[in-house]
């Protein structure tokens, strides 16, 4: 593996200002956002709408990386151009969902853990000829009764540190994601313990498998109550229980964290990400966002499916993507969000 050239793409992601578009929902997942909207849960319409996120004029200014998923690496933009030849046109690294979803973990009710690691490195090879320069593969952590089990946390660390090591061997960046769900009225505290945990497991099996850590980007989910817990802990608690998570567990070789946004809504994405680049705390990594819903979901709402609506959801997109941007700078504030165009 070219360790050198990983670390390169590895800070170009999480390059200052910037961060990445995570555009990679599955079928099931993105049909599912479709028809709460009544927008047709077909091909072409999935090609229009991930046309509408890739062609929003200076989304570059903000957005380093965009992840991909397979049906999506494979169309064209409405121009004819292949997806990530436009975004790499752009300055936007093209980045690849390689995983196969989180299935149901045998033995363990309620928890599950992420499949896809038969047939990856042909597969990473084939992406990496399109133009795929980093990958991405999603573990979820579920807090509850007992849960998580050490099956669950061991066998998704287990399953990310393999795919992490295949993906570096094929020239891709890793997108590490342990995702601690935040489903539930768990406390801050359990959740703090929980992704602690979880991040050990992961980074112990990262050295088993003689991945280069300089060449991986973290994406956590941040240290938050449960949604439905009585008590959330406010937005300075959030950001100094994230950093002071990712202290104890993860390297300074690590080039870059890439939080995703889990629920949370478009302004807590923003609020939180910006406390986290505030935090007095050492933070030898740049600490940016890969935001999914925090950054599509009010440009979705806009789109609806008609192609009147680009211009507008287009807006909605670059604003939340300017604000991030700000926040990984530590430069967002209330007072912008009123700037909304
Ligand atoms: P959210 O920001 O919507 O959580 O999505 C990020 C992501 O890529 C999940 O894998």
């Known amino acids: 593996?070219?360790?050198?050239?990983?670390?390169?793409?590895?800070?170009?992601?999480?390059?200052?200002?910037?961060?990445?578009?995570?555009?990679?929902?599955?079928?099931?997942?993105?049909?599912?956002?479709?028809?709460?909207?009544?927008?047709?849960?077909?091909?072409?319409?999935?090609?229009?709408?991930?046309?509408?996120?890739?062609?929003?004029?200076?989304?570059?200014?903000?957005?380093?990386?965009?992840?991909?998923?397979?049906?999506?690496?494979?169309?064209?933009?409405?121009?004819?151009?292949?997806?990530?030849?436009?975004?790499?046109?752009?300055?936007?690294?093209?980045?690849?969902?390689?995983?196969?979803?989180?299935?149901?973990?045998?033995?363990?009710?309620?928890?599950?853990?992420?499949?896809?690691?038969?047939?990856?490195?042909?597969?990473?090879?084939?992406?990496?000829?399109?133009?795929?320069?980093?990958?991405?593969?999603?573990?979820?952590?579920?807090?509850?009764?007992?849960?998580?089990?050490?099956?669950?946390?061991?066998?998704?660390?287990?399953?990310?540190?393999?795919?992490?090591?295949?993906?570096?061997?094929?020239?891709?960046?890793?997108?590490?994601?342990?995702?601690?769900?935040?489903?539930?009225?768990?406390s801050i505290a359990r959740c703090y313990d929980v992704t602690e945990l979880t991040q050990r497991v992961v980074f112990y099996q990262l050295k088993n498998q003689g991945v280069a850590l300089e060449g991986i980007v973290l994406k956590p989910s941040m240290v938050i109550s449960g949604s439905s817990d009585s008590a959330r802990a406010d937005v300075k608690t959030v950001a100094e229980q994230t950093v002071r998570c990712l202290q104890n567990t993860v390297p300074a070789a690590v080039p870059g964290i890439a939080f995703l946004s889990g629920g949370q809504t478009d302004q807590e994405a923003s609020q939180h990400l910006n406390a986290i680049n505030l935090s007095e705390r050492t933070r030898p990594w740049a600490l940016t966002f890969s935001y999914g819903r925090a950054l599509q979901q009010t440009a979705m709402q806009v789109w609806k499916g008609d192609s009147a609506n680009v211009e507008k959801a287009q807006q909605a997109l670059l604003w939340r993507a300017r604000c991030n941007g700000s926040a990984a700078l530590g430069k967002y504030s209330d007072a912008m969000e009123k700037q909304a165009v």
């Open 1 to 186: 593996m070219n360790i050198e050239e990983l670390n390169k793409i590895a800070h170009a992601m999480v390059a200052p200002g910037r961060g990445i578009l995570a555009m990679d929902e599955s079928h099931p997942t993105c049909n599912k956002r479709f028809e709460k909207l009544g927008i047709p849960t077909t091909e072409p319409m999935r090609q229009a709408y991930r046309d509408m996120l890739v062609t929003a004029p200076g989304l570059s200014d903000y957005v380093s990386g965009a992840i991909l998923f397979d049906e999506t690496i494979r169309q064209k933009t409405l121009d004819g151009a292949p997806f990530a030849d436009h975004l790499s046109n752009l300055g936007i690294i093209p980045g690849i969902k390689v995983d196969g979803g989180a299935k149901p973990l045998a033995g363990s009710e309620n928890e599950k853990v992420t499949h896809g690691l038969d047939g990856l490195a042909e597969r990473c090879a084939e992406y990496y000829e399109m133009g795929a320069r980093f990958s991405k593969w999603r573990a979820v952590i579920t807090i509850g009764e007992g849960l998580p089990s050490w099956a669950c946390i061991e066998a998704n660390a287990h399953a990310l540190a393999r795919y992490a090591r295949i993906s570096q061997e094929a020239g891709l960046v890793p997108i590490v994601e342990p995702e601690v769900l935040m489903d539930g009225d768990h």
